[in-house]
């Protein structure tokens, strides 16, 4: 449990102490005259050896103290990269990466030119480590998860040494390094209310009651009674003596199903009381893993945007900050070969009336083992051979062919059948995801929606292409419809390509401020706390 109070002694005693280091210091820097700076060159190239950022960085300023010097402005770094060190656990990090302990001993023991040299780059060591953890995350996205194919926006190391050594103030410099975004900023207010709740016992007992059992409007009894509690508990439903399922209750649970991607019922069945049981401290972690997520895509996203946020299944258009409008979606299916992936990229056109031509892998896997039986089987499918030619079904022998071998490609041609309806979305990518309407229009019903092959269905395509073809039409849904009726398979290009931001989010902010929670459909985001809790990060508690 971390008290503020605490906190801040430690910090103000840091800083002081830092003080008295300097003075300590005040021989070794007087002696850096020629033999002296040679030692200390000496010392910072030896220790920067292995780190080649570091290294180019003092070779090009001439080996020049940005920390170590006795000046105020050195002094002013040190007291600032401490406090920004001490409270890394504002940002979900975990201080212990950045040996704040070990740091202060070695200037505590810094007597010499030479200690002066290795606590310079111990010092720039322990700031470029914390720079990229708070800007762009503590960990490789692709290393914990082969789906977040994610490029982190890394900033360049020696930039950072040479704007820092530059500023006139590196407390605002640093402070300047977490994303400046809206979200962030929520999930550190989140996290830290979560933090003091959890210093206050958290919500109270879980919910008893049968496994599957819920309770629904009219029941009351002692589940009830323990269900009001929590819904009071969680900020759902105001303090009450009711003990029965009321239509404040109701309200209540509709409130907290529509904040977690619950269908809206105000009843408490089986997945809503699972949902309502989850631990406090398993809303932190959700809340630590959004914060390094956001980090992840700590890049300007556009003043115009999609947002496909998996775990929500929904697509938005965000315009300036704000929802412009928003469908449903379906995301891949959660197996090993079919879950959508993550990335950012940019939608440059649309394809109205499209073929869909066959992915390699599900010709293999699904359709080779259908025609071995069957040469007629998936009439509705064109097969092609490498030049384009239609295979003729009846002289062709598809039992030959072994998944490796098959030499054929498949194309669905444009129809009302089409497994990609009558439009898709195109960003070009090596993964060949984009956006797409769907003839399968019931699984929009769904409350989890992963069903795809791993791109991602749109429950209202065509509003999607009028809204994005708004920006260069007059008449976005006459031009769209004109196409449409052709029945001919067309490209239509935006004049002005819209940067796409597939993401995953378990912990988002809502639109009235709130926090909102969904469900780890792949169970990635569990993936990611492991590897922040084995690289040091912990749930804490606060006080005061």
Not at 349 to 364: D, E, F, G
Not at 470 to 490: N, V
Request: with cysteine.
């Amino acid at each position: 449990m971390i008290s503020c109070v605490r906190f801040r002694f430690a910090l103000v005693m840091h800083i002081a102490l830092m003080a008295g280091v300097a003075a300590l210091w005040a021989n070794a820097v007087s002696a850096l005259d020629t033999a002296g700076f040679v030692a200390f060159r000496q010392a910072v190239a030896e220790a920067a050896s292995t780190d080649a950022d570091i290294a180019a960085f003092y070779r090009e300023t001439g080996y020049q103290p940005v920390w170590t010097a006795g000046d105020e402005a050195a002094r002013d770094r040190r007291a600032a990269l401490i406090q920004a060190l001490e409270g890394a656990e504002h940002h979900g990090l975990a201080p212990a990466r950045y040996r704040v302990d070990a740091l202060m001993q070695q200037m505590r023991d810094a007597r010499s030119v030479r200690d002066l040299g290795l606590v310079e780059v111990a010092l720039s060591t322990a700031f470029l480590t914390y720079a990229r953890d708070v800007q762009t995350g503590m960990l490789v996205p692709s290393r914990v998860d082969s789906g977040i194919v994610r490029e982190v926006p890394y900033r360049d190391r020696r930039e950072h040494l040479q704007r820092l050594a530059a500023s006139a103030a590196p407390q605002a410099y640093l402070r300047a390094l977490p994303p400046d975004t809206r979200e962030y900023r929520a999930l550190q207010k989140e996290k830290l209310r979560l933090e003091r709740l959890l210093g206050q016992g958290g919500w109270g007992p879980a919910v008893p009651g049968v496994p599957g059992e819920g309770a629904k409007p009219g029941s009351d009894g002692p589940q009830v009674v323990a269900l009001r509690n929590r819904l009071i508990a969680m900020g759902y439903l105001p303090r009450t003596l009711s003990a029965s399922y009321d239509a404040a209750m109701q309200a209540a649970i509709r409130d907290f199903q529509d904040a977690h991607g619950l269908t809206p019922d105000g009843v408490a069945g089986k997945g809503t009381m699972s949902e309502i049981n989850r631990p406090i401290e398993a809303r932190l972690k959700s809340v630590i893993v959004a914060m390094e997520r956001e980090r992840w895509t700590n890049m300007e996203r556009g003043s115009r945007h999609i947002l496909v946020n998996q775990t929500d299944f929904t697509a938005r258009i965000v315009d300036d900050g704000r929802v412009t409008f928003e469908t449903r979606s379906v995301i891949g299916k959660n197996t090993s070969d079919r879950r959508s992936p993550e990335f950012s990229d940019r939608m440059e056109h649309m394809i109205i009336n499209p073929s869909w031509y066959v992915p390699r892998s599900i010709i293999t896997k699904e359709y080779l083992p259908k025609l071995r039986a069957n040469p007629n089987a998936l009439a509705h499918m064109e097969i092609t051979d490498r030049r384009g030619r239609r295979v003729n079904r009846a002289s062709a022998n598809f039992a030959q062919y072994s998944a490796g071998s098959f030499p054929f490609a498949m194309r669905q041609p444009p129809g009302s059948r089409n497994a990609l309806g009558k439009v898709k979305f195109m960003f070009p990518n090596k993964y060949n995801i984009y956006l797409h309407d769907t003839p399968q229009k019931h699984l929009f019903d769904r409350e989890v929606r992963a069903f795809s092959h791993g791109c991602i269905r749109l429950s209202d395509p065509f509003d999607f292409a009028y809204a994005l073809l708004a920006r260069q039409s007059d008449d976005p849904k006459g031009d769209f419809q004109r196409i449409l009726r052709t029945g001919r398979e067309t490209k239509v290009t935006l004049k002005e390509p819209v940067p796409i931001h597939l993401i995953y989010r378990t912990a988002v902010s809502g639109e009235r401020g709130r926090m909102e929670y969904r469900r780890d459909v792949y169970g990635r985001d569990a993936r990611i706390w492991k590897a922040l809790n084995d690289a040091g990060v912990a749930l804490r508690s606060v006080q005061g």
